[in-house]
């Protein structure tokens, strides 16, 4: 590997590390693996360049141009990333102090971003098209081949030697506590925190343009829908559980709208495919008992083979409108 090849490599896989975790992020089921093969791939590329990369630091240390401070910062966001991301896919090692090992994943990926475009923007390095002379392409094809094969001996000897990983879902996520609704972790998505909501004062707003109904909290007693569902954390872990409420396309005439905005009494929203509307369910019980504060009493939406950051708490509203499910930031902001 020459020098220059490094350089321009490293760039590309770690957008491509970032771009692919959040994908992951967006992803309930089904095609989930593929993004994460490509988001073990692009890190370990990174890991696999770590000895031509060393090289050149060293070098770049030694005639310092006192620009060290991003790249070292950059250096060390990124090895957290790689090391928490190894660490909790092979190991299991889901927290470090108060805070999860995704959290300290996520955020040494997201600070480490911004800090390589400004690495680069120190020191462009161009492509030309003898970048991708063929010598140069069977370089990149080896790398390539070398971190593929670091992720099948990483899967395959976790699975082998019964590492904590191999018990993960799809997305990556570790069980807890299903059929346990008490064992069931409380979360949010970032800084949202529990309300207190009075349940005789409580209303539930289900509204299409001008068709208004407001429900009680005892108006939806009657109702016996059910559905047990696995609510998948992007904070890495999962639970499967039974809820019982209301179809939400039985509250409200879906009409020919389409999509539905779920508001949340704390502000947090999220809008969904109007087609979705026989498949979410408005929670009032758990497991049989009625919701507890933290899980979203009095209603919680659930959306089945949806992230948890879906599965809007402390419902208040229900809204169809005219306007497009995607019309939304991809994931909450608060
Ligand atoms: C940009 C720098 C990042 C790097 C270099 C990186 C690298 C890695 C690596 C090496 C693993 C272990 C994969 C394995 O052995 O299977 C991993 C796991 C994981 N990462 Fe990242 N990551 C980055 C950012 C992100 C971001 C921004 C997200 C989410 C938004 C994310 C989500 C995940 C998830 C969910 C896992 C566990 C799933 C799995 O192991 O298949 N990562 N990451
Ligand atoms: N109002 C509100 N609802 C929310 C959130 C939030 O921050 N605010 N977090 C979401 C996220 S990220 C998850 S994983 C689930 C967690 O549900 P639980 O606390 O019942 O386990 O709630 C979702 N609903
Ligand atoms: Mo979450």
């Known amino acids: 590997m020459s020098r220059r090849l490094t350089n321009l490599l490293l760039l590309p896989f770690l957008v491509s590390a970032f771009v692919t975790g959040w994908m992951a992020f967006a992803t309930g ?39 060290a401070s991003t790249s070292s910062m950059l250096m060390l966001m990124v090895g957290i990333a790689i090391l928490s991301g190894l660490l909790f896919s092979v190991a299991g090692i889901r927290s470090y102090g108060p805070l999860t090992a995704m959290q300290v994943h996520v955020g040494a990926g997201v600070l480490s971003l911004p800090l390589a475009v400004a690495h680069v923007w120190q020191r462009p390095v161009r492509p030309t098209r003898v970048d991708v002379e063929r010598r140069n392409l069977l370089r990149i094809g080896g790398v390539l081949g070398v971190s593929g094969i670091s992720y099948l001996a990483l899967t395959g000897g ?89 179809w939400l396309n039985r509250l409200v005439d879906i009409g020919n709208g389409s999509s539905v905005l779920v508001t949340s009494a704390t502000g947090y929203r999220r809008r969904f495919p109007i087609g979705d509307s026989d498949r979410l369910l408005l929670a009032t019980t758990l497991g049989g008992e009625p919701l507890s504060p933290g899980h979203g009493f009095p209603v919680r939406l659930v ?20 306007r497009p499910w995607w019309w939304q930031s991809p994931f909450p902001l608060t």
């Open 29 to 67: 089921t089904g095609w989930v693996r593929l993004p994460l093969i490509i988001h073990a791939i692009s890190g370990l590329v990174i890991v696999v360049l770590i000895p031509w990369k060393s090289v050149i630091v060293r070098r770049g240390l030694a005639r310092n141009r006192g620009q």
């Open 158 to 246: 976790t699975r082998l030697f019964r590492l904590p990983g191999h018990e993960r879902r799809a997305t990556g996520s570790y069980a807890r506590g299903s059929g346990n609704p008490s064992a069931m972790p409380v979360t949010s998505w970032l800084d949202d925190s529990t309300p207190r909501i009075d349940p005789s004062e409580w209303r539930l707003v289900a509204s299409h343009a001008d068709d208004v109904t407001t429900y009680q909290l005892e108006d939806l007693a009657v109702f016996t829908d059910e559905v047990t569902a696995i609510l998948d954390c992007t904070g890495g872990w999962f639970s499967e559980q039974t809820w019982g409420g209301v």
């Open 303 to 322: 959306a089945p083979g949806r992230r948890g950051f879906w599965w809007v708490k402390w419902v208040q509203s229900i809204e169809i409108d005219d």
